[in-house]
């Protein structure tokens, strides 16, 4: 941090992730207390994976356990917030209008050519 500056660092988490039997029962205040320790640093972005990827991937609405700890990530957060995993041209648009996150990452499932056709912007980092 004392090179590059907390402005060029981004923090990638993945709340409510899931690895064979290793999870966290309290991922709400777990997250909530990182996300809202994390802004006092300043950095770029915090980039979570979606809590939703799996229900989103399979073209389903996100639960509301998943929308909550958006949505508790998002207040406790205070600054640039990506979410990746799971999302199409559409349901970027409509996360970003929501104002549920400041930036979408795609680097696999959803095809660029499509991204582009939709009108989304893209960044080239
Ligand atoms: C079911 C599932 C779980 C994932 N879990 C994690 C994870 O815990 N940590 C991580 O860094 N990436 C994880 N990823 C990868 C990324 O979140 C995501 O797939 C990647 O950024 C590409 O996004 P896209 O599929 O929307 O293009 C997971 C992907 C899937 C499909």
Redesign the pocket.
Same mark, same amino acid.
């Given at each position: 941090m004392r090179i590059w500056g907390p402005d060029r660092i981004g923090v990638?988490l993945?709340p409510m +992730?899931k690895?064979n039997d290793i999870h966290d029962d309290q991922p709400e205040a777990t997250f909530g207390y990182i996300a809202e320790r994390l802004s006092d640093y300043r950095f770029a972005y915090l980039h979570i &994976?979606?809590p939703a990827?799996?229900q989103m991937?399979r073209g389903k609405e996100p639960s509301p356990p998943a929308l909550g700890m958006v949505e508790t990530i998002r207040k406790k957060f205070k600054g640039t917030l990506m979410v990746? +995993? +799971?999302?199409q041209p559409d349901t970027a648009a409509q996360w970003l209008r929501e104002g549920k996150a400041d930036l979408i990452?795609? &680097?696999?499932?959803?095809s660029p050519i499509s991204i582009c056709r939709s009108g989304c912007a893209l960044a080239r980092l």
């Open positions: 990638r993945s +992730g690895m &994976v979606n990827i799996e991937q990746a +995993g +799971g999302f990452a795609s &680097v696999a499932s959803s």
